[in-house]
T-cell receptor, first 113, second 111 residues
């Protein structure tokens, strides 16, 4: 167990729907990072939050949004889902806002049908 | 062209072999280099973290960076079936704390 908790582990939903993925970082970690992993694109950075504030943004679609709450857990919201959004979504955390070696969670496998 | 390239494999070796995993990168600003190991149905875990060129050793693992050729290597000595996983290399510049990942190389170590 890495200490980063992601729920749910699996999610199957229909096109056009909206889902929320949840991440609890390791105790003491202030930064949360969201990644999408697919076979053709590999691990793609989506967005980073540090102590509740957005710190960096990657290739995140406008249909996707995230936030980090005062208790430091984070949620990734995916809306108007398309078949191509099917992927593994990972959350990682680190103590500071610098990515000096993340700790990843086990991911949420999203299948859009 | 992706900034960090890896051969997806799979690379299949017998137990006890020396494994060489490689990456190339295109961004001259990259100064920090990482190797992650990812088991099936798990998140990546950090194996090695190096700065600039040179070698770094940790147990059976050695990371090597050649900035002149933009080449990153991970060597695994005395490979074990438990080393079977996907290995991701990643790099970042000094000005960005977000690394760019390669797509990973699948390694299979058979008994």
């Amino acid at each position: 167990d890495s200490g980063v908790t992601q729920t749910p582990k699996h999610l199957i939903t229909a096109t056009g729907q909206r889902v929320t993925l949840r991440c609890s970082p390791r105790s003491g970690d202030l930064s949360v990072y969201w990644y999408q992993q697919s076979l053709d694109q590999g691990l793609q950075f989506l967005i980073q939050y540090y102590n509740g504030e957005e710190r960096a943004k990657g290739n995140i679609l406008e249909r996707f949004s995230a936030q980090q709450f005062p208790d430091l857990h984070s949620e990734l919201n995916l809306s108007s889902l398309e078949l191509g959004d099917s992927a593994l979504y990972f959350c990682a955390s680190s103590q500071q806002d610098r990515g000096e070696g993340y700790t990843f969670g086990s991911g949420t496998r999203l299948t859009v049908v | 062209q992706k900034e960090v390239e890896q051969d997806p494999g799979p690379l299949s070796v017998p137990e006890g072999a020396i494994v060489s995993l490689n990456c190339t990168y295109s961004n001259s600003a990259f100064q920090y280099f990482m190797w992650y190991r990812q088991y099936s149905r798990k998140g990546p875990e950090l194996l090695m973290y190096t700065y600039s060129s040179g070698n770094k050793e940790d147990g059976r693992f050695t990371a090597q960076v050649d900035k002149s050729s933009k080449y990153i290597s991970l060597f695994i000595r005395d490979s074990q079936p438990s080393d079977s996983a996907t290995y991701l290399c990643a790099s970042r510049s000094g000005g960005s704390y977000i690394p760019t990942f390669g797509r990973g190389t699948s390694l299979i170590v058979h008994p």
